[in-house]
């Protein structure tokens, strides 16, 4: 390994690919980039499937949306966007309805037709069987919003698979605002730009890596290779936080996902890019069907690629989601002020790093910034 880089990024997701880009063209710097799995692009990693032809997110759909001008305007360098427009559906007792819950969703569930300025009374018959006065967890939070049938059929089993524990010991702050339509508005995201990169997401990152003062380490553990760096390099890293101290305070919580790949022989398996599953008895929460997110490009097949997304508590290895909360909060804090005292020349940042859920324009907004404001600047 040569030891003379004065940057060290740990991960390829956004956070660091974005920091690398900007240090290697605008710095005109030479960076390390040291990835644990096969391939760049972090979680919004694509690739193709070989039998079909069809490319898919390894690790779960992906659909870029933001309202920020800066980060438009910054990752438009690196690619275009088709024209896909999300909107999600979920099935629940073998129908079909729309998500978030909306007018169409209240009309279809309760087989009636209520106007937009109908909805409010009508639910108030629904509270007057049972409501909360101060709601202690998320299922009372939820009722209180939606009325007891709405939330049994289409929130509870949905969450307590993808969070493996009862919405009753849930707090009720996690849902204070749970998405709701009281028209028939199907979008699922309301950003000024959306879609899906044309090329797909692993290009932006061909395109952000391509500069020679990037180096790129696959296969690579941050652990196993720390020893042998400059111990003058700024290290930039977006692994897990408790991993970076050893796990010295315990770990904090995560879920993950799995995913079962199948080719049907179908040309079109379920109309749609993601259908959700509501009934608690189907094991997976969701069905992804990547063929939907380009709906410009001709794939001319009588099969298609569908994939199952099971939700479970994480290992070591594969953290998704934070599971936030009081304790995890405490956890993630200690952490951050011994790895300050730990790491005085390293830089954390990303969803493992922060212990946060973040969307990609979030992270790509806070790459930026931190460029600008820690790197750019010497700090
Ligand atoms: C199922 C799912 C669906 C999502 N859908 C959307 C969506 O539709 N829209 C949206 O905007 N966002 C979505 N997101 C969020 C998006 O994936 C993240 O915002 C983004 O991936 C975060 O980038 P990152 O660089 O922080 O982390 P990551 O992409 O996770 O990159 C971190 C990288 O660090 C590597 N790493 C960790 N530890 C080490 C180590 N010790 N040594 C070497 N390498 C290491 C990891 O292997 C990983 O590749 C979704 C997330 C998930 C889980």
């Known amino acids: 390994m040569n030891k003379n880089y004065d940057y060290v990024l740990v991960g390829a997701g956004f956070y660091c690919s974005i920091i690398a880009e900007r240090i290697a063209n605008d710095l005109g710097k030479k960076v390390l980039i040291v990835e644990k799995r096969n391939h760049i692009g972090g979680n919004c990693f694509s690739e193709t499937n070989i039998e079909t032809g069809i490319e898919f997110h390894k690790y779960g759909t992906h659909i870029f949306h933001t309202s920020n001008k800066k980060v438009w305007e910054y990752i438009s360098n690196f690619t275009t966007f088709n024209s896909y427009y999300h909107q999600v559906l979920i099935t629940y007792n073998s129908k079909v309805y729309q998500m978030p819950i909306n007018l169409e969703t209240i009309n279809s569930f309760y087989n009636i037709n209520l106007k937009p300025f109908e909805v409010d009374d009508f639910l108030e018959q629904e509270f007057k069987k049972e409501s909360y006065t101060n709601p202690k967890n998320f299922e009372e939070q939820a009722i209180n919003i939606i009325g007891r049938p709405l939330y049994d059929a289409f929130i509870k089993g949905y969450t307590i698979k993808q969070w493996g524990r009862d919405p009753k010991d849930l707090p009720a702050s996690i849902i204070k605002r749970l998405p709701f339509r009281k028209n028939y508005s199907e979008s699922y995201f309301f950003d000024t730009y959306q879609g899906?990169?044309?090329?797909?997401?692993?290009?932006?990152?061909?395109?952000?890596?391509?500069?020679?003062?990037?180096?790129?380490?696959?296969?690579?553990?941050?652990?196993?290779?720390?020893?042998?760096?400059?111990?003058?390099?700024?290290?930039?890293?977006?692994?897990?936080?408790?991993?970076?101290?050893?796990?010295?305070?315990?770990?904090?919580?995560?879920?993950?996902?799995?995913?079962?790949?199948e080719v049907v022989n179908y040309e079109d398996f379920q109309g749609t890019s993601v259908m959700n599953y509501g009934n608690q008895k189907i094991p997976y929460t969701r069905i992804h069907e990547p063929k939907h997110l380009h709906p410009e490009r001709t794939y001319n097949l009588d099969k298609t690629l569908i994939i199952k997304e099971y939700s479970k508590e994480a290992n070591r290895e594969e953290p998704y989601y934070p599971i936030g909360g009081e304790v995890n909060k405490s956890l993630y804090t200690k952490y951050l002020k011994e790895v300050k005292k730990v790491y005085?020349?390293?830089?954390?940042?990303?969803?493992?790093?922060?212990?946060?859920?973040?969307?990609?324009?979030?992270?790509?907004?806070?790459?930026l910034d931190t460029y600008n404001n820690l790197i750019k600047k010497g700090c």
């Open 196 to 261: 899906i990169p044309t090329d797909g997401f692993t290009a932006i990152f061909d395109k952000l890596l391509a500069s020679n003062n990037i180096d790129i380490q696959l296969n690579t553990d941050f652990f196993e290779i720390k020893e042998q760096l400059n111990s003058s390099a700024t290290i930039i890293y977006s692994g897990s936080i408790d991993r970076l101290l050893d796990y010295r305070f315990g770990e904090l919580d995560y879920r993950t996902l799995d995913f079962e790949f």
């Open 344 to 367: 005085p020349n390293l830089i954390i940042g990303g969803r493992l790093g922060d212990y946060k859920y973040y969307d990609m324009h979030h992270v790509i907004e806070n790459a």
